[in-house]
């Protein structure tokens, strides 16, 4: 079963770094996301990527991130200066569909420690 | 604004007992979808099933079945028979209908479930 796969499973980096978490999502999917889950609270969106551009982003996607699809199968998370509360398990996601219809697939999950 | 409320946090049952987790969700939209998802303790989210608003039908899967009830709001999931497998956090989502855009999910809070043997 074709699934999303996520690199690194868990990193732990120092505040003010920068991070780039990978996402290879499912190869015939045109709809990208980045969610985000802060240990023990619910899962929160962050963006959403179609057609090569960001479709929506929420509040928490501020300056410090941005996201690519450098090659046609990578999508990549990019956070410039780390800050403490970026800890979190960040899950990318893809679907067929952006109307609704599509079922989402998320990945694993890649967990970020910020000290 | 889309909102989806999970009022219990916590349940703890024992095994073969029937377990309902409920779900509550705000909406002005007139087409939306309604989605539980199963977080195990490894982390990853694991679908369970997309319902959209014009369709009242309950579901059943196997020992899971989930009631629809635009009337109130809920979307309730239901595990019968329940079984230590089942121990995980559910959560609930809700999402609108975007044209030409993707969807966003606004996810409940999440019901960590516990199933004791």
Known sequence: EPEVTQTPSHQVTQMGQEVIL???PISNHLYFYWY???????????????????????????????VERPDGSNFTL???????????MYFCASSTSGSGTGELFFGEGSRLTVL | AQKVTQAQTEISVVEKEDVTLDC???TRDTTYYLFWYKQPPSGELVFLIRRNSFDEQNEISGRYSWNFQKSTSSFNFTIT?????????????????????????????????????
């Open chain 1, 22 to 24: 990978r996402c290879v």
């Open chain 1, 36 to 66: 985000r889950q802060i240990l023990g609270q619910k899962v929160e969106f962050l963006v959403s990527f179609y057609n090569n551009e960001i479709s929506e982003k929420s509040e928490i996607f501020d300056d410090q991130f941005s």
């Open chain 1, 78 to 88: 990019k956070i410039r200066s780390t800050k403490l509360e970026d800890s979190a």
């Open chain 2, 24 to 26: 509550v969700y705000e």
């Open chain 2, 81 to 117: 028979a329940s079984q230590v497998v089942d121990s995980a956090v559910y959560f609930c989502a809700l999402s609108g209908l975007i044209i030409q855009g993707a969807q966003k999910l606004v996810f409940g809070q999440g019901t960590r479930l516990t199933i004791n043997p």
